[in-house]
């Protein structure tokens, strides 16, 4: 069992009270050339229908085909919010820090404003409900030193994280991931080219798997931001269909005031509209 702990006060309040040194992302270069990129201007509507700004990238692995409505979308990267689960939740199992998805944190008792946190969860549960301080305490478990060698190793960005900023780093700072680089990642977990046990990959994708569709199997995680006031969310996913896999970086911001309904739906709408549509 593991136990979540208390970070003393409203997580946005604890962000802005951390000093984070995190450093800029690896200048590397993923396979230089598709087959295609092809500009989807009418993806545009996806956004604007739902005011948002923002794009869709999308890659389809039989053509060896990318796809966008905006492919200078976010070239600098954003913060990579709650898709780092992916990576976290990877190394936690790599390391034996969790045996598998039923793995369970224990809550600590203290009350949170999301009411899903405040109750023992399985690793799987802990994953769905996107429980920040279940992945704060995992990563204190993993510390600075090998979070470091794990995210040089799995060619995770340049995130050199410190003891001050081992639990938020993800969340606030510097880190930066774009959305090319969010597929690349997705395909090596796919395909089982990250350098981690057999083990590992085969659970890590049972606890990334969202649902079977129509047709379908959608594998993913949404990630939202608010930094300085800014807003920014994710989905990061694939569909594995009839054998088809397409993989696809979704990432939006609001277009005025937040409608936060919206905006949390609107990530996992637009992908699927484009992964299966």
Request: aromatic content about 10%; charged content about 25%; hydrophobic content about 40%.
């Amino acid at each position: 069992m593991i136990r979540f702990i208390a970070t003393g006060c409203v997580l946005a309040i604890l962000l802005c009270a951390y000093g984070i040194s995190v450093g800029e992302p690896l200048d590397r270069e993923y396979p230089p050339t598709y087959t295609e990129r092809r500009e989807m201007a009418d993806w545009d509507t996806l956004f604007s229908d739902r005011d948002l700004i923002g794009s869709v990238l999308l890659y389809d692995a039989v053509t060896d085909s990318l796809f966008s409505n905006d492919f200078a979308w976010k070239t600098a990267g954003a913060l990579p919010a709650s898709t780092f689960k992916i990576v976290n939740t990877a190394i936690g199992l790599e390391m034996g820090l969790l045996e598998d998805r039923n793995t369970i944190f224990e809550w600590d008792g203290t009350t949170r404003n999301v009411e899903s946190w405040n109750k023992d969860m399985t690793l799987a549960q802990a994953y769905a409900r996107s429980c920040v301080p279940c992945y704060q305490g995992l990563a204190r478990r993993i510390g600075p030193d090998s979070m470091n060698h794990y995210l040089a190793k799995l060619d995770y960005g340049d995130f050199r994280v410190s003891a001050d900023s081992i639990d938020l780093f993800w969340l606030l700072g510097s880190a930066r991931i774009t959305p090319l680089e969010q597929i690349e990642f997705l395909r090596r977990i796919h395909e089982e080219k990250l350098p981690l046990q057999p083990e590992t990959l085969s659970e890590l994708k049972a606890i990334m798997k969202r649902s079977d569709g129509d047709g379908y199997d959608l594998y993913g995680k949404t990630g939202w931001s608010v930094d300085g006031g800014h807003n920014n969310g994710w989905f990061v996913g694939y569909a594995v269909q009839e054998g088809r896999v397409r993989y696809v970086a979704v990432n939006v911001e609001p277009v005025g005031e937040l409608d936060r309904e919206l905006f949390l739906k609107s990530r996992v709408e637009i992908a699927v509209s484009v992964l299966v549509g």
